[in-house]
């Protein structure tokens, strides 16, 4: 056969199998609203970049008639490309072939290209659009999710990984996006769950439609299992390669240094705090006052809302952003946002992130509900993840710091490197209304006019402790600043960080309240 005879045969095998499950299946997708596995490949990555693997992978079911079907590359895409000139590994689940159901092959393929991702040290995308493990193809289908939970445990830390559900992720499918540092989900096509509504009407007899139990709001809001939310796949697209500029391909590396720029506020820094110190304000006004051209790209802003976390850039340079929300819940540390803040410190110092924590919190969230719920060991997360993390730690205290909330939030006793206080900060063991009735509760109680004495030793708990003064002679904090030198000690406090030196204990690894 003739040189362009054997390329013949191959664009025609390549032609066979681009057809995936064929115009049924195709036109059924698009029908859902949702772009084929291929379409969703290159519209992530950069135009023409990417590399196919596998494509000529089949199936080897023998069981229910299954040797008798042809599945085109087993039900899942996978090769390289690249995302604004950077490399990564990718694959995508394609729902017309088997609906994307993974059998032995179709794992083989996922673990080939995760294998590949963290040998070459660059970032892994999934795109997870799949029935769950294939009915015919029993324990090897079992098989291939665990070979994949491994590999997503064994690339934790070293390589950034991205999940992104773009359909059914049903039963235990859904522990690989779960084991990833980052879930994206799109309103009305995003599923996950671990039992789908059959299920749970078979066994409690409950009716409830699929975007009850795991719709994409639900992922992103309640059971905080997704980091971003989107109203398309395009917009989803976008907030990925949003992401990937900002992080570093590996632990190894920086992420992208870009042109400093500074930041694009229209009022000044303390215009952005009320004068009435206890009215709420935004602390992503003050994020953004903060940072090169006042960019936040913010990370599970559904979910528990009242903490903040997400990157930004300072002096072109990515840093973590954790900063207490005063507008919700006035900020308080409770179990979510214990476990929201304290997985992305620890995400922050496993990719050399440098850390900035703005502080206005008055504690820990009282309450039955979440002593009940484990605010014990939810809590202690934050201060686990403070106390490990070795990167750049630095704190700003902007008015309330009270109590365990003064602690966790990064405090110089959990190793921060820097703390700044501005001169509203209030830095006691509790706040001056709840410290007064209960230290000069005798006083109070006694006194002819009780209410006026109440006012007279919140005032004096006031003078005494609520402020940064105390804590300052104390040399707790480094320095009381004014809210417009912000910006300039933290750069000077990035800069001097760079050669930072930390050691701790040597360990196989230790033991957080998970
Ligand atoms: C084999 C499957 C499949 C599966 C779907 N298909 N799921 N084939 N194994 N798990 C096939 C269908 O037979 C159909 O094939 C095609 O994919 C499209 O499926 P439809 O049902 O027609 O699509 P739709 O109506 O959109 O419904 C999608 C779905 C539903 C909601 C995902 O298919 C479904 O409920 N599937 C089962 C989900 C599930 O319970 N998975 C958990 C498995 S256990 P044809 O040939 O007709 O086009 C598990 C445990 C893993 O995953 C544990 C790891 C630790």
Known sequence: ????????????????????????????????????????????????????????????????????????GDGVITGTGTINGQHVCIYAQDFTVAGGSLGLMHARKICKIMDHALKMRVPLIGINDSGGARIQEGVNSLAGYGEIFFRNTMASGVIPQISVILGPCAGGAVYSPALTDFVFVVENISKMFITGPQVIKTVLGEDYTMEEIGGAKIHASVAGNAHFYARSEIECFDQIKQLIKLIPINNQQNALKI?????????????????????????????????????????????????????????????????????????????????????????????????????????YLPGID????????????????????????????????????????????????????????????????????????????????PEEMRQKKIQEYKEKFANPYVAAAKGYIDEVIEPAETRDYLLNALSLSKTKVAYRPEKKHGIPPF
């Open 259 to 363: 042109n400093p720029r500074p930041p694009k506020i229209k009022k000044s820094i303390e215009d952005m705090v009320p004068e009435d110190v206890r009215m709420p304000y935004d602390i992503r006004d003050i994020i953004k006052g903060i940072t090169d051209g006042s960019e936040f790209l913010e990370i599970m802003e559904l979910f528990a809302p009242n903490i903040i976390i997400g990157f930004g850039r300072m002096d072109g340079e990515t840093v973590g952003f954790v900063a207490n929300q005063p507008k919700v819940l006035a900020g308080v540390l409770d179990c979510d946002s214990s476990d929201k803040a304290a997985r992305f410190i620890r995400y922050c110092n496993a990719f050399n992130i440098p850390i900035i924590t703005l502080e206005d919190m008055p504690g």
């Open 1 to 72: 056969m003739a040189l362009k005879q054997f390329i013949q045969e191959l664009r025609k095998r390549k032609k066979e199998v681009l057809t995936g499950g064929g115009e049924q299946a195709l036109k059924k997708q698009l029908a859902m609203g949702k772009l084929t596995a291929r379409q969703r490949i290159q519209t992530i990555l950069d135009e023409d970049s990417f590399k196919e693997y596998d494509m000529f992978v089949e199936h080897v079911a023998r069981d229910f008639d299954m040797q008798n079907k042809t599945l085109h």
């Open 370 to 449: 979440q002593e009940h719920m484990g605010v014990i060991r939810h809590g202690a997360k934050v201060l686990y993840a403070y106390s490990e993390a070795t990167v750049p730690k630095i704190t700003v205290i902007i008015r309330k710091a009270y109590g365990g909330g003064y602690i966790a939030m990064n405090s110089r006793h959990l190793g921060a490197d820097f703390v700044f206080a501005w001169p509203t900060a209030e830095i006691a063991v509790m706040g001056p209304e709840g410290a007064a009735n209960i230290v000069f509760k005798r006083e109070i109680e006694t006194a002819e006019n």
